[in-house]
């Protein structure tokens, strides 16, 4: 199975994600993954693939317009492959969980087999000085804080493949 996994991460979370589900499923021996971070570079057709998983980093409740854009040019393609969907962010549980229902199209939602947050990373020392500003004054957040989650990456690959 080859699998696409487009998404976009700002300071490296969600590519985090991204490389921890490529090493699941290449370790499971059903895939062969690509990864490509739609903030820098443009990804390839679906076509060619057998699977795709689209996730983004989560800013001000919004995921990226770039995946939410790619995702809706090739809903068709997508919609007849297994889809996964997922969100890297600070908050847990039903928020988290809000931000893909908020942003992701509903065509796709009610497609994808697996859908979850796979917990965040605020890194204060590679934050610039904006976010820095924000996470302060916006969301009161004064240190690093590190929610990232390698069991809810496995569960979500669990998922997608099943
Ligand atoms: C300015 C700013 C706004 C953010 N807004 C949210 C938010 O609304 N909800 C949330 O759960 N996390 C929020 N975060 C935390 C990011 O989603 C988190 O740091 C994420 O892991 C970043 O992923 P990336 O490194 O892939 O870009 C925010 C972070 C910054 C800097």
Same mark, same amino acid.
């Given at each position: 199975?080859? +699998?696409?996994? +487009?998404?976009?991460?700002?300071?490296?979370?969600?590519?985090?994600?991204? @490389?921890?589900? !490529? /090493?699941?499923?290449?370790?499971?021996? @059903?895939? =062969?993954?690509?990864?490509?971070?739609?903030?820098?570079?443009?990804?390839?057709?679906?076509?060619?693939? $057998?699977?795709?998983?689209?996730?983004?980093?989560?800013?001000?409740?919004?995921?990226? !317009? /770039?995946?939410?854009?790619?995702?809706?040019?090739?809903?068709?393609?997508?919609? !007849? /492959?297994?889809?996964?969907?997922?969100?890297?962010?600070?908050?847990?549980?039903?928020?988290?969980?809000?931000?893909?229902?908020?942003?992701?199209?509903?065509?796709?939602?009610?497609?994808?087999?697996?859908?979850?947050?796979?917990?965040?990373?605020? $890194?204060?020392?590679?934050?610039?000085?904006?976010? %820095?500003?924000?996470?302060?004054?916006?969301? !009161?957040?004064? =240190?690093?804080? $590190?929610? %990232?989650?390698?069991?809810? +990456?496995? @569960?979500? +690959?669990? /998922?997608?493949?099943?």
């Amino acid at each position: 199975m080859k +699998v696409l996994i +487009v998404y976009s991460s700002k300071y490296g979370a969600a590519t985090w994600a991204a @490389e921890e589900m !490529k /090493k699941n499923l290449e370790q499971s021996g @059903e895939a =062969e993954c690509s990864l490509v971070n739609i903030r820098n570079q443009t990804p390839p057709s679906p076509d060619n693939y $057998d699977g795709i998983i689209l996730g983004s980093s989560v800013f001000a409740g919004q995921v990226n !317009k /770039k995946i939410i854009t790619w995702g809706e040019n090739h809903t068709a393609e997508l919609k !007849k /492959k297994p889809l996964g969907l997922f969100v890297t962010c600070l908050a847990s549980g039903e928020t988290a969980i809000g931000y893909i229902e908020s942003n992701f199209p509903p065509a796709l939602l009610a497609h994808a087999k697996a859908k979850d947050s796979t917990g965040g990373l605020a $890194d204060f020392a590679t934050f610039g000085w904006l976010d %820095r500003f924000l996470l302060k004054n916006v969301a !009161k957040l004064t =240190e690093t804080t $590190d929610s %990232r989650d390698p069991d809810r +990456v496995k @569960e979500f +690959v669990q /998922k997608f493949i099943q």
